[in-house]
């Protein structure tokens, strides 16, 4: 988790910059009276690392994907809860389909 | 009683919801934060018209092949459809784009 915040930090640092350096780029092309068509080649090299780091860094920093399968090892009850007192058998879950992998293994 | 008895072939699927719910919500995320991101390059670049639009779907597209590659492509094992991953929230994210894109080249290109 941490090495993704610090991805992500580092590509908006690499965007600022390049907007900086556009900002620069600018100030150029109105001393010398030219037209912008596009930033410099090493901006735009810039922009792209930066944009190719925040993206790592936003698939990878939300949580990661929990398995949906109710039969996936994730999902699996592993132990018991401590209070066998309010353990109820005789509920409406007899109405889902049973499937003994879902009970558990000892 | 009936229901006892054989599965019914009807059933819908049983899910984890608090599990779906989390993934949507990561997919969420994401995407919303490649908006911003992707709005912010826009405008440094200078795009300017379609050619913004352009550069969010393709953001988009790659966006969504890394949420398929994330969920290791299987998508049936994380999601109840396709569309969850690859086209919900493409659209939602299309807002904080032009916002973002429209102030990063005000601050670049104008100011």
Known sequence: ?106 | MAAAGGVSTDDVPILQAENLTSNVKSVYYSRTFLSIIGGVVAGIWGFTGLMGFVFYFLIMMVASIGLLAKSKFSVQAYFDSWTRISIEGVFGGLMSFVLFWTFAYDIVHIF
């Open chain 1, 1 to 106: 988790m941490g090495i993704g915040y610090v991805v992500g930090v580092l590509g908006g640092a690499i965007l600022a910059h390049a907007a900086y350096a556009t900002i620069q780029y600018r100030a150029v092309l109105k001393i010398t009276e030219e037209e912008f068509s596009r930033p410099p080649m090493d901006v735009m090299m810039e922009l792209l690392l930066g944009l190719v780091l925040c993206m790592w860094a936003g698939l990878a920093v939300p949580t990661k994907f929990l398995s949906v399968l109710p039969h996936s090892d994730e999902n699996r009850i592993v132990s018991l809860p401590a209070n066998l007192d309010f353990m109820i058998f005789n509920h409406r879950g007899r109405a889902l389909p049973s499937d003994s992998d879902l009970k558990l293994h000892t």
